[in-house]
């Protein structure tokens, strides 16, 4: 690989460094090329970006950035994943290197933070941001429905009581 060329990839590292708030380093030894094809159409599903590059060129490019905890763990086969959303990465590593067990998380940063592989199988273990959204809605629906309720009960009680009076002056009569 010429100079110029690699210049052109620690530079397009570092642009997706600067953009992510996940990267994930994992061992993909012994992984087919079928099943690395998997994971990152997995990946990509989940707006996520698996990315193999010498790890010389890793440690250029996280130079500066907050991911420099990544530089101690870059040896061996590595596998980078960069992604603005943690969680749903997260989610298709853990259950990928769970389903395949060539494939070796070794380590991870979120916004600075080193997290360890138990870390990151915390993190998959939250709900994802859709979910986390659909929640809030539900929440922000629930209080006026609880509210108009507790208004509609009073006039109802008021017709069930009037009712209740109808119907008693209808058997003494």
Do not use: C
């Not at 061992?27 to 990509?44: A, C, F, H, P, W």
């Not at 870390?119 to 539900?138: H, M, Y």
């Amino acid at each position: 690989m010429k100079r110029e060329e690699k210049a052109g990839v620690v530079q397009e590292l570092s642009d997706r460094f600067a953009t992510a708030k996940l990267a994930v380093l994992a061992d993909y030894r012994g992984l087919t090329v079928s099943s690395m094809q998997q994971l990152r159409r997995e990946l990509r599903d989940s707006s996520a970006e698996l990315k193999v590059a010498k790890n010389t060129l890793l440690g250029r490019a996280i130079q500066g950035t907050p991911f420099e905890p990544l530089s101690g763990h870059l040896q061996g086969n590595t596998a980078l994943t960069l992604s603005e959303d943690p969680v749903a990465p997260a989610k298709v590593l853990v259950k990928f290197a769970k389903d395949n067990p060539k494939l070796v998380i070794k380590t991870a940063v979120l916004d600075g933070r080193e997290l360890r592989p138990e870390d990151l199988t915390a993190l998959s273990k939250l709900p994802g941001i859709n979910e986390l959204r659909a929640q809030f809605l539900g929440l922000l629906q629930a209080v006026p429905t609880g509210f108009v309720r507790v208004l509609n009960g009073v006039p109802q009680k008021a017709v069930y009581l009037l009712q209740a009076i109808k119907e008693q002056k209808e058997q003494t009569n």
